[in-house]
T-cell receptor, first 112, second 113 residues
Framework: AQSVTQLGSHVSVSEGALVLLRCNYS??????LFWYVQYPNQGLQLLLK??????LVKGINGFEAEFKKSETSFHLTKPSAHMSDAAEYFC??????????FGTGTRLTIIP | DAGVIQSPRHEVTEMGQEVTLRCKPI?????LFWYRQTMMRGLELLIY????????DSGMPEDRFSAKMPNASFSTLKIQPSEPRDSAVYFC???????????FGPGTRLLVL
């Protein structure tokens, strides 16, 4: 069975600082990995995804994530945080059958 | 192009009442997913359909919950009777075969008193 662990339910960073949100997964087959963002009172929006190929994936709003098979990780980063990045971020895994399993989410707060 | 449409956006009801949530997927998408989001349990997949057929309903909590997809452009999630512990945000998402990306609706915030 597939699963996702997001370390840190709350992360705070200063505006302009590096954003690092951690995600580790478990999967019995080569996984598809996703990061979604949820702004208050809205649905989830895809930030980026990894399926096959290049392990460093770039997404919208300057975010990127690197798939590391040896570490079973897919951490999300952004070099310089912006106030508009404040939201909840969800890591998800799929075994290629359309069914997503989500982590518990990380709430990102940006300190002015 | 319109995204996934859900109605109502907010629902307040009393325990024991029937609740019906509605979803219109993106035109051309043939897979539809219902999720429930709570503080305690996070985001849970309840059921998903492919070509209007339920594929996996293992996440449906109990017999009080039922979902239908009578055609490619409409789905309902029904709770009967509703209970306070059903209070949550319910999301609908859709995608098309071969795509790994699910597109989410804005959600229905349900409060059962």
């Amino acid at each position: 069975a597939q699963s996702v662990t997001q370390l840190g339910s709350h992360v705070s960073v200063s505006e302009g600082a590096l954003v690092l949100l951690r995600c580790n997964y478990s999967s019995s087959v080569p996984p598809y990995l996703f990061w979604y963002v949820q702004y208050p009172n809205q649905g989830l929006q895809l930030l980026l995804k990894y399926t096959t190929g290049a392990t460093l994936v770039k997404g919208i709003n300057g975010f990127e994530a690197e798939f590391k098979k040896s570490e079973t990780s897919f951490h999300l980063t952004k070099p310089s945080a912006h106030m508009s990045d404040a939201a909840e971020y969800f890591c998800a895994v799929s075994e290629g059958n359309e069914k997503l399993t989500f982590g518990t989410g990380t709430r990102l707060t940006i300190i002015p | 192009d319109a995204g996934v449409i859900q109605s109502p956006r907010h629902e307040v009801t009393e325990m024991g009442q029937e609740v019906t949530l509605r979803c219109k997927p993106i035109s051309g998408h043939n897979s539809l997913f219902w999720y429930r989001q709570t503080m305690m349990r996070g985001l849970e997949l309840l059921i998903y359909f492919n070509n209007n057929v339920p594929i996996d309903d293992s996440g449906m909590p109990e017999d009080r919950f039922s979902a239908k997809m009578p055609n490619a452009s409409f789905s309902t999630l029904k709770i009967q009777p509703s209970e306070p512990r059903d209070s949550a945000v319910y999301f609908c998402a859709s995608t098309f075969s071969g795509s790994e990306t699910q597109y989410f609706g804005p959600g229905t915030r349900l409060l059962v008193l």
